[in-house]
């Protein structure tokens, strides 16, 4: 079956096309990975037919904390505690590989949860308040605090590191039209302006981590809403992206959201993910409404996507697909 093939482009070099995509347990008082958000790491890994399990979201600076109990990559004070996850995974599973997400939540969360002010792209109003756009040399300083965070990552045994620019977190909120009103470099002008921010992040990345070391980006590829990023965006930011030397890409949509308004089908990003792999030569992740192996099969064969992401039917059974 397709989904045990291993895998192997480039960097990216895994035992299945199988992947546990980043799912938030929200299990984390300090931002470490405790005892609850350890066990629950290893319960997944577990799983003997995955290739990659990519972790729920850390924040790279506290301004950009999504969640009180969401995990951070903010300091070097976390890296030894992040090590024990990777080492209970490896430990379980060493030929798992794990990735580590980072992200700015933006406008996406609340001086309740962050103790400072809001800022996006553009001036925003949400659930928060009103957020403030950020200035150049916010900017500037945001990719230093990314490329610091993804350091961090690799210190503490991760195999990859994965950006987070989906779900209307601040990389997303720079990217939709939707939410970036600017008149700057960074502006909606043109895709190469909306996605610079994310660029010149991955850039930074690539300086501290090597050449040698998996960059993934999670995009929210397509709002699905009017006036907002579309398919065809998406596979030119693909194609933005694949020049900018990241090594896999993992397809998301829905601004704000998880999953596609109106569809519940298996694979309900495949327009998406098929159109972007059309025009690329990196490995694409397919994640949404997958329920049992044969259905990721298939996603598979239709070339729709190089791996397959399962997350809610991972979390109710985490042996899923193992009988094959």
Same mark, same amino acid.
């Given at each position: 079956?397709?989904? *045990? ?7 990216? *070099?895994?035992?299945?096309? &199988? ?33 990659? &399990?990519? $972790? ?44 580590? *997400? ?6 996406? $969360? ?22 403030? @756009? ?7 300083? &945001?990719? #230093? ?29 720079? +990217? ?25 992040? $991955? ?20 709002? +699905?809403?009017?006036?907002?990023? $579309? ?19 993992? &397809? ?7 999953? #596609? ?16 792999? @059309? ?46």
């Amino acid at each position: 079956m397709e989904l *045990q093939k291993s895998f192997q482009k480039g960097f990216i *070099q895994l035992k299945s096309r &199988l992947v546990i995509p980043p799912m938030a347990t929200q299990s984390s008082d300090s931002g470490i990975p405790g005892k609850e958000t350890i066990d629950h790491y290893r319960r997944l890994a577990g799983n003997s037919l995955a290739g990659l &399990l990519i $972790t729920e979201h850390s924040y790279v600076n506290p301004a950009g904390r999504a969640d009180p109990h969401q995990l951070s990559m903010a300091s070097d004070e976390v890296v030894a505690d992040q090590r024990k996850l990777t080492d209970a995974v490896h430990a379980v599973n060493p030929n798992l590989k794990i990735f580590a *997400q980072i992200s700015h939540a933006g406008a996406n $969360t609340s001086p309740r949860v962050t103790g400072e002010e809001l800022v996006s792209a553009s001036p925003l109003e949400g659930n928060g308040g009103r957020s403030r @756009a950020l200035s150049i040399d916010e900017i500037k300083e &945001l990719e #230093r605090d990314f490329a610091a965070a993804a350091r961090r990552v690799k210190e503490a045994g991760y195999d990859g590191v994965e950006i987070h620019s989906a779900h209307g977190y601040l990389l997303n909120q720079f +990217y939709s039209p939707l939410t970036n009103f600017r008149d700057d470099d960074y502006g909606p002008q043109s895709l190469e302006n909306r996605l610079r921010f994310l660029t010149e992040i $991955t850039a930074a990345v690539r300086q501290v981590v090597g050449n040698d070391f998996p960059i993934a980006v999670r995009l929210g590829g397509s709002d +699905y809403q009017d006036g907002g990023s $579309t398919i065809d965006d998406a596979a030119g930011a693909a194609q933005i992206l694949e020049a900018s030397g990241i090594d896999l890409l993992d &397809l998301s949509g829905g601004l704000g959201m998880f999953m #596609r308004p109106g569809h519940r089908e298996p694979g309900w990003f495949s327009d998406m993910s098929k159109a972007v792999k @059309a025009q690329v030569n990196l490995p694409i992740i397919l994640t949404g409404g997958v329920q049992t192996p044969a259905q990721a099969g298939e996603l598979l064969n239709q070339g729709t996507a190089d791996l397959i992401g399962v997350g809610r039917a991972m979390l109710r059974n985490p042996a899923w697909g193992s009988e094959l």
